[in-house]
């Protein structure tokens, strides 16, 4: 799909970030012209091509900029990205009038070729698909749930020691051959510089934190990986000790009056009662739902656990929640959100540019790619056509919905301005002369049409060789 320029929601936006950018830094200029109108530009033609890429944004956006100043704009034209996105971020939540929300933690994957040398963060990741390994990057996401909108708030690039990732690796195989610990190489120091998961998502949170203090945080919601004390606690302790409901492993021990037994043996004896939980506020699914107050002797205190087991599984699921005053019904509903971060990786892969050519080289390359992807999500939550979805308080419009209707008000635009204008004719002639020039064909490797490829035949006087060699 083609545009001429942003259309006006866009240019908006990107104007509300300026402005309060302005006001919480008085000391900084904001975004020149060039600047806004350079973003807008690219949030727009990562809606209309699906990608992070210059090139296409040139052909999208019929040579309004070059493939050379658009590279040269994002690398040297000193925008504050980090600062950028948090106004984003702030931008949605006043103009939505959200006060209050559930945080929710997860990690993502994104697939890179395994010889990649430019790209920034990438690792050996593990395949859940095959069982296998590949190349790629990890990416710890911080998800805003509200009574109206889902939006993303905060991330941050996970990247294993390769030092520790090299011990850990030896160790196991020395272990596997029965040499004692004492004989095999001692566990390296903690490198500063490669944080762990928990202690990224840690980190979110107190930046989501000193960014939007007056946002009231219900609860965090985190799956089985920030299940340990280690998270649990500090996450509770950042927003006035909150929620934190996340999950345990089915063998991990739990005391009860005086006895210590796997946490799925321990329901095993207190079977569950059949219940219809309403997931995510909608519609209602049968479980057998058991719950108690535990003590869980990894975490060292006593959570609240629950059993649960939706119909047709045959495994129980078992998560806990920190705060013990809640009843068993609050949780389970409040943690029936954390399918939603899901949701948002699906329609942010598909639909909002990261999931095709983001090959942006080195730290910034994707951190600042990344946040121009996600400044997409939050500009699509100010269509005009979305606001008045949420002033009615209806059902808001899927992602990929709204980006479709945003091609074609751009390609009706492109038409609204050769039909307007006093040359149509010749208005229309510069059109196709764009176009063509923009989408010119490119010579295929495929075919071998014009190549050498050699004789392809017999040559007579080698037969004689090849009978000799034949007998």
Known sequence: MIF?????????????????????DPQSRGLSNKQRYWISFCVMATMMSNSICWARFERVGLGSYSLGALAWMFRYSKIPWERLFQMSVLVVLQRHGITEGTLLIDDSDKRRSKVTKRIAHVHKLKDKTSGGFLSGQNLVFLLLVSDTITIPVGFAFYRPDPVRTAW???????????????????????????????????RLLKEFKQWHPTVVVKAVLADALYGAAKFVDPASAIFGDNQVVSQLRHNQKVNFRGRTLPVDEFFNRYPGVPVKLRIRGGEEVAAIVSSARLFVCSHGVKRFVIALKYEGEDECRYLFASDLSWRTEDILKIFTLRWLIEVFFQDWKAHEGWGNLTKLQGDEGSSWGLIMSLLVDHCLLTQPDQLAQLKRKQPVFTVGSLINRIKVECLLDVIHDLLSAKNPEQELTKLADTLTKQFALMPSGKHMVGRDLGRQEPTPSLKYKAIAMAT
């Not at 030896?170 to 029965?178: I, R, Y």
Request: charged share 40%.
């Open 168 to 202: 850990t690796k030896e160790n196991k195989a020395l272990k596997k051959k029965g040499i004692p610990k004492k004989e095999r190489p001692s566990e390296p120091t903690k490198n500063l510089a490669y944080p762990t998961k928990v202690e990224l998502a840690l």
């Open 4 to 24: 001429r320029k942003p259309l006006p929601f866009v240019n908006t936006f990107i104007e509300e970030i300026d402005k309060v950018l302005r006001e919480k």
